[in-house]
């Protein structure tokens, strides 16, 4: 069975009974119930005035706090009817064993709030141990920890001091019994049950001093909560012995991302590189570049009537651009990260296993804890029906009780889904209207023609519109999360595991669309059905469809992805830390009203701000987020990895930090993986593969310079010569409809266009040539092989990657033998007393029974 914390299972309890009760956070441990009983009686002796303020004990000095509850007395009419259910709910308590001891209001800082602290004794500890089947050493691991690979001497400076990443042995383990207890390491009733156990807070700026336990959130705060710490690696232990193996299990995650990502942004970087270097001698923008070349083709207008032509060297630096990430590079990186995913996700499979045997999870079963009842479910019931294992009366929903807020659901996911891709196409027509404007004016200034040689139209449309874009996305998310959460709470899920899940699908079916849906229009759908001059698309038949420049879209796809994860994680990082600093600023200058009364430790803390049951969710749902700007759009912006790199290594400290200072501690829960996140991850991961595949093929422009490299060119020496006229067809100013040529007259005939068709004094004129076909079978044929050739590389690691590594394997089954030998002896040598036999008489008596068994064979 799973072994959920022993203070989780009261404040589930309490949650049930009273909901009025604020469960703030857990302090301390205790001593046994002899030392206790004693104490009690002579509670009386001491005086609050002589307590400290930073003590984490009762007010007789010895026992420990385990949880504190706190409440806010209140005036209103029902006061009475709370008052009542408080009572029942610390009787309840009593009657488990747990001792309580109250603060006044009186004694309060702001004069208002009870504190009532609970002491939980060793017999009720040990008691719930047996019956939660929580796991306790019982012999010292003799299995050695892994050996340094020479490379570690190398990542030395990384290393945290062995007592802080390794802070107590690795033990064999077995469930505890009440009735064993010499058979476990007990050196210490107050040190037995871990921290994340027994939940203890203590201050972050000073180590605790005698008698008061180590003081782990110091250590935590000094090791890993640290900005300067920034290149370590994670006090992993302490955090799973601290806060528990959930929130554990995230920044084993984060940190682990982390380091592949290191990987995925050294060779994004090179690419990033190489593009830099080869950017003055690509022939494309040399050409585009050149006054006798780019200086005289003079191109069709990009809107109708307001618009002028233009000459194709007014956008040599955006050329220029376009290449630093639409290189030959391009290619080599979007295959790699197609395989990188792979390695990353397989990994992490071994990483998380091994993971399950250091924090002794290999037998945890995480469903039994979330399936239980949610307290607002059995609330909110009015019917009760037979469990038919349990063979008891539960709680029970009706499924038309159930139906409409299930349609609500949907139709307000839906609703708001559309929402998002209503105020995409409004941000299309925003860069669509304004264009003309941008265009004109610019035309018109003449101060601007210095401006114009690296701020064209285009780019400004696309940067405007990006972030006009981002700051859409920013208010659609904030109205979307509070939404969300209030039609899942009205579904009524059933267990935990309901509630989780249908959120989950909810915000990221919504984050998926809000935040990637700009980024698919400009891969995929930008520039592709534009028409021609003369028989244009248009939006509505009112705006006409946007054209991607002549290098290509894949500069203004590097634009959106830039602005928009960069402006996430930026945004992101600055909320999480100023946003519960500000609070809890104001919360404390709120409190601090009567100086002359004690701020105590559970004062202090109870001024913290609540990181509250969806904090982890939020945190595994920004990662992932970025998990898909990462890897769905990485062949456009191979810089993306390297900085998602820079986000996750301040991401890190910055979570530890508003953790250990800003937040109350979380009542620690067990998990053995990420859960669902994974699924959603390796959804993502396939995703990504045909993502990246069509941006090459259909956003780059590699392709069709690839089939002019092979097919069309016609200068042995230098290739790519005229690659630029070649993609560039012409049309006849002359077939111009009066409503779209530009007013002025000119004193040229034609104009280009960037397209593969027949020129005006062709028979077939304006439909597409064969170069056309050519190169959409060569697009084709790209995207069915990059497919399968990674599909088939991410087949094979997946089969040659075990999920378990080896050794952890052997360590396992090591552990399970040495384990069911140690309880052998153990009760062999229990059997032993109490028959009153001596080893050496036992051994002989054994020995003689086994000859009479061989002596009866024999005859036989």
Known sequence: ??????????????????????????????????????????????????????????????RQIDFVLSYVDDVKKDAELKAERRKEFETNLRKTGLELEIEDKRDSEDGRTYFVKIHAPWEVLVTYAEVLGIKMPIKESDIPRPKHTPISYVLGPVRLPLSVKYPHPEYFTAQFSRHRQELFLIEDQATFFPSSSRNRIGQYWKPSEPPNPTN???????????????????????????????????????????????????????????????MEHNTSSTEICDPEIGGQMIMCPLCDQVCDYWRLNSTCLASKFSHL????????????????????????????????????????????????????????????????????????????????????????VTLWMSLVVTSMVAVIVYRLSVFATFASFMESDASLKQVKSFLTPQITTSLTGSCLNFIVILILNFFYEKISAWITKMEIPRTYQEYESSLTLKMFLFQFVNFYSSCFYVAFFKGKFVGYPGKYTYLFNEWRSEECDPGGCLIELTT??????????????????????????????????????????????????????????????ET???FGFVTLFVASFPLAPLLALINNIVEIRVDAWKLTTQYRRTVASKAHSIGVWQDILYGMAVLSVATNAFIVAFTSDIIPRLVYYYAY???????????????????????????????????FITCRYRDYRYPPD???????????????????????????????????????????????????????????????????????????????????????EENKAQLAKSTL
């Open 1 to 62: 069975m799973g072994d959920p914390d022993l203070l989780e299972v009261l404040a589930e309890e309490g949650e049930k009974v009273n909901k009025h009760i604020d469960y703030s956070f857990q302090m301390s441990e205790s001593l046994s119930s002899r030392e206790t009983s004693f104490l009690i009686n002579e509670e009386t002796m001491f005086q609050k005035n002589q307590q400290s303020k930073d003590s984490i004990f009762f007010r007789d000095g010895i």
């Open 216 to 278: 782990e959130r110091y250590t935590l705060h000094q090791n890993w909560a640290r900005f300067s710490y920034f290149y370590k690696e994670q006090p992993l232990d302490l955090i799973k012995n601290y806060y528990g193996e959930k929130i554990g299990i995230y920044f084993v995650f984060l940190g682990f991302y982390t380091e592949m990502l290191f990987f995925a942004a050294v060779v994004g970087l090179a690419c990033f590189i190489y593009g830099l270097l080869s």
């Open 325 to 412: 990430f639409d290189n030959e590079s391009t290619v080599f990186f979007a295959i790699f990260m197609g395989i990188w995913v792979t390695l990353f996700l397989e990994f992490w499979k071994q990483r998380q296993a091994r993971l399950e045997y250091e924090w002794d999870l290999v037998d945890f079963e995480e469903e039994q804890q979330q399936l239980q009842l949610r307290p607002e479910f059995e609330a909110m019931c009015k019917h009760r029906k037979l469990n038919a294992v349990t063979k008891e009366m539960e709680p029970y929903m009706p499924l038309y009780t159930r139906i409409p807020w299930y349609f609500l659901s949907g139709a307000t």
């Open 560 to 621: 959106q992805l830039t602005i928009i994860m960069t402006g996430k994680q930026i945004f992101g990082n600055i909320k999480e830390a100023i946003y519960p600093l500000a609070l809890n600023w104001w919360r404390r200058r709120k409190a601090r009203t009567n100086s002359e009364k004690l701020y105590s430790r559970w004062e202090q803390d109870h001024d913290l701000e609540s990181f509250g049951p969806l904090g982890l969710f939020y945190e595994y749902l």
């Open 624 to 626: 992932v987020t970025q």
């Open 713 to 747: 060119s016609t200068n042995a020496t230098q290739p790519m010569t005229g690659y630029v006229n070649n993609s560039l067809s012409v049309f006849l100013i002359a077939d111009f409809p009066n409503h779209t040529a530009p007013s002025e007259k000119r004193d």
């Open 762 to 848: 062709d028979e077939n004129k304006y439909f597409h040539n064969m170069q056309f076909w050519h190169v959409l079978a060569a697009k084709m044929t790209f995207i069915i092989v990059m497919e399968h050739v990674v599909f088939l590389v991410k087949f094979l690691l997946a089969w040659m990657i075990p999920d378990v590594p080896k050794d952890v394997v052997e360590r396992i089954k090591r552990e399970k033998l040495m384990t069911i030998k140690i309880l052998h002896d153990f009760e062999l040598n229990k059997l032993k007393e109490n028959l009153g036999i001596n080893s050496n008489e036992f051994a002989k008596h054994v020995m003689i």
